[in-house]
């Protein structure tokens, strides 16, 4: 609505306005390769595993329980701390929410026809391929990536709901049920493909894991 006033057409109502960028062949392609790439690293770290040793985070859980701890609980209030601390604006602390809330990357994306709300979530599969390119512990690490993913189903939806109800209409909020399944598929079945070339295909998980270095090379 338009009011005229000292010959400017002056607005009587706020209107929130939302540039959603169009999605190029580019995005697609980039898409696709990081997918590629982190699935056969994936499978690569797979053929590294041994089933003794992932046992063995469960029978001395405590780096397991510290890590998803910290993941699960201490990250989304630490992000809301922030966003009260430095009084962030709605938009930018429902994303650093939704970020902290998340196993791996979530990508938070508004847009305003019938002012809908959509989040769309990339797993943390990269965090695997970061830990066996610096020698770290790849069994204590892929087993925290595959427990905070399946955990995320509840508490990703849970810290949204109690941290940034109040920003978003939670009936018309669709959380990323598919985009999450996804996720878990592409790191539940490369590695335990690798997992099990590792224990019936010795040498050929030997071979697939020398790949390794290059794809996260490849994917830096």
């Not at 109040?166 to 669709?174: A, E, R, Y």
Request: glycine share 8%; hydrophobic share 45%.
């Amino acid at each position: 609505m338009l009011k005229y006033e000292n010959n400017y057409y002056v607005l009587t109502q706020k209107i929130t306005v939302a540039i959603k960028r169009h999605q190029t062949i580019i995005d697609i392609l980039f898409t696709g390769v990081v997918i590629f790439l982190v699935t056969v690293g994936t499978l690569c770290i797979g053929c590294g595993l041994e089933i003794e040793q992932l046992m063995t985070n469960f029978k001395r859980p405590i780096p397991l329980i510290v890590g998803l701890f910290c993941q699960i609980i201490y990250l989304p209030l630490l992000s809301f701390g922030i966003t009260k601390l430095f009084r962030l604006d709605h938009s930018t602390s429902l994303g650093l929410i939704s970020t902290a809330s998340s196993p791996g990357q979530i990508f938070y994306k508004k847009f305003y026809s019938n002012i809908e709300k959509e989040f769309f979530c990339i797993g943390g599969g990269s965090s695997n391929i970061y830990t066996a390119l610096l020698a770290g512990d790849v069994d204590l690490s892929v087993t925290m990536t595959f427990l905070s993913t399946t955990f995320a189903f509840g508490t990703f939806p849970f810290w949204i709901w109690l941290l940034g109800g109040n920003q978003i209409d939670l009936k018309k909020t669709k959380f990323p049920w598919w985009s999450m399944s996804v996720s878990f598929i592409t790191l539940l079945i490369p590695a335990v493909t690798g997992l099990l070339l590792r224990r019936y295909r010795p040498v050929a998980a030997h071979r697939l894991a020398r790949y390794l270095n290059p794809i996260a090379v490849g994917k830096n």
